[in-house]
């Protein structure tokens, strides 16, 4: 037999392999894409969504609380978790923001390399137990709405789920598991749990400043991109072949950099006269454009301020999240207050006989309910 023929054959055999194996996984692919193209993956989502938030109610109020507080109604659960002007929601809060201190302490901990070999479970265990602590605190903040979503995609809500997703994305990348020290971000809460208005307003009037400098702040950024691409061109010209640091001009690029905003690493310097000159310009360029953008925010904070002023108003600080849309859930000590024992409603009109919601009459008595039972300890 030719040696033509032998590599014909082989041929042959190699196309009746290719097409052997190739086959069975054109079909597999074809039936794969079949079937989850035909999935309804919102109606997926939902049904998960629905059964773990099952899951977790069953758990609350089947298991972890005690029977006598398991008819709590959602406004109680909405006056403790969202409302800190009432002295269960500022214990609440409290205890939530040492809760927080102390998942971040044991974090901080496990970082040590000989606490993380002595103590490694120890802590593990720690953090998982404030991790479910939070999630079932998440889930009680979003079963007490009647309109969960808008707090999800709140400020405060996206730092709540932020605080908690790390942890369970670690299962799958252990890498994200220091992410959870975003739970600090909770902190910011404090402002409002001790009521300190005149911090929040300065906050507000700082926001609407930098929001305000967002624009001018992005071109003068882009100005400077585009002067650290001229500078390390012009640099990389007069040190291309006498400066071994310089290899490229995307690394003389990182040199302008690294230069015009006076970090100075010194990894790269530039050795002909030339270059030494350009230096030298581009630090004391650095130095110069450095003020920009602070003036750029200084400027509209003090605009912000003469604006606050020429109206002769207040910033409307608004609530973290205002569920129901009653207004007397704060006091309001120019009107006598009537209370409801079944929901514990907090009805401010005086005319007012019966519950708005659930049409129990009205009295003048606080009831004693399982609110300051359970964190008053009485």
């Known amino acids: 037999?030719?040696?033509?023929?032998?590599?014909?054959?082989?041929?042959?055999?190699?196309?009746?392999?290719?097409?052997?194996?190739?086959?069975?996984?054109?079909?597999?692919?074809?039936?794969?894409?079949?079937?989850?193209?035909?999935?309804?993956?919102r109606r997926i989502g939902s049904r998960t969504v629905h059964a773990v938030g099952n899951f977790m109610h069953w758990l609350i109020f089947k298991v972890l609380l005690p029977k006598k507080y398991r008819n709590i109604t959602k406004r109680e659960i909405y006056r403790i978790i969202f409302k800190a002007d009432?002295?269960?929601?500022?214990?609440?809060?409290?205890?939530?923001?040492?809760?927080?201190g102390l998942n971040l302490l044991v974090i901080m901990l496990d970082s040590f390399e000989a606490v993380h070999t002595n103590m490694r479970w120890v802590l593990k265990s720690l953090e998982w137990i404030f991790t479910i602590t939070f999630t079932l605190e998440y889930y009680l903040r979003i079963y007490c709405l009647q309109?969960?979503?808008k707090y999800v995609f709140s400020f405060y809500g996206i730092i709540d789920f932020l605080s908690i997703f790390p942890a369970y994305l670690s299962l799958l990348i252990p890498a994200t598991q220091t992410l959870t020290v975003l739970r600090v971000l909770r902190t910011l809460r404090i402002f409002r749990i001790f009521n300190m208005q005149r911090f929040l307003?300065?906050?507000?009037?700082l926001l609407n400043a930098m929001r305000r400098s967002v624009t001018k702040i992005l071109i003068f950024m882009l100005f400077v991109f585009i002067t650290a691409i001229i500078l390390g061109a012009v640099i990389y010209m007069f040190e291309s072949g006498k400066n071994p640091s310089m290899k490229s001009i995307p690394t003389a690029i990182y040199?302008?950099?690294?230069?015009?905003?006076?970090?100075?690493?010194?990894?790269?310097t530039p050795v002909t006269p030339m270059g030494q000159f350009i230096s030298t310009l581009v630090m004391l360029l650095g130095y110069s454009i450095i003020a920009v953008p602070?003036?750029?925010?200084?400027?509209?904070?003090?605009?912000?301020?003469?604006?606050?002023?020429?109206q002769?108003?207040?910033v409307d600080v608004p609530e973290e999240f205002n569920e129901y849309d009653d207004n007397t859930l704060v006091q309001q000590?120019?009107?006598?207050?009537?209370?409801?024992?079944?929901?514990?409603?907090?009805?401010?009109?005086p005319a007012a006989r019966y519950c708005r919601y659930c049409g129990t009459i009205l009295t003048k008595t606080q009831p004693k309910g399982w609110i300051n039972d359970f964190f008053s300890g009485e």
């Open 1 to 41: 037999m030719s040696e033509k023929k032998e590599k014909s054959i082989f041929v042959k055999l190699l196309m009746l392999l290719w097409y052997c194996i190739s086959h069975p996984l054109v079909w597999l692919w074809k039936k794969a894409y079949t079937f989850f193209s035909g999935l309804n993956y």
């Open 86 to 100: 009432t002295p269960a929601g500022k214990k609440f809060d409290i205890w939530l923001l040492v809760l927080i």
């Open 147 to 149: 309109r969960p979503w």
């Open 201 to 205: 307003q300065e906050s507000f009037h």
């Open 255 to 268: 040199w302008a950099v690294v230069t015009i905003t006076t970090v100075g690493y010194g990894d790269i």
């Open 294 to 310: 602070t003036g750029i925010v200084v400027g509209e904070t003090v605009r912000e301020y003469r604006k606050d002023d020429n």
């Open 312 to 314: 002769q108003e207040k």
């Open 333 to 349: 000590s120019d009107v006598e207050s009537r209370y409801c024992t079944h929901c514990g409603h907090t009805e401010a009109d």
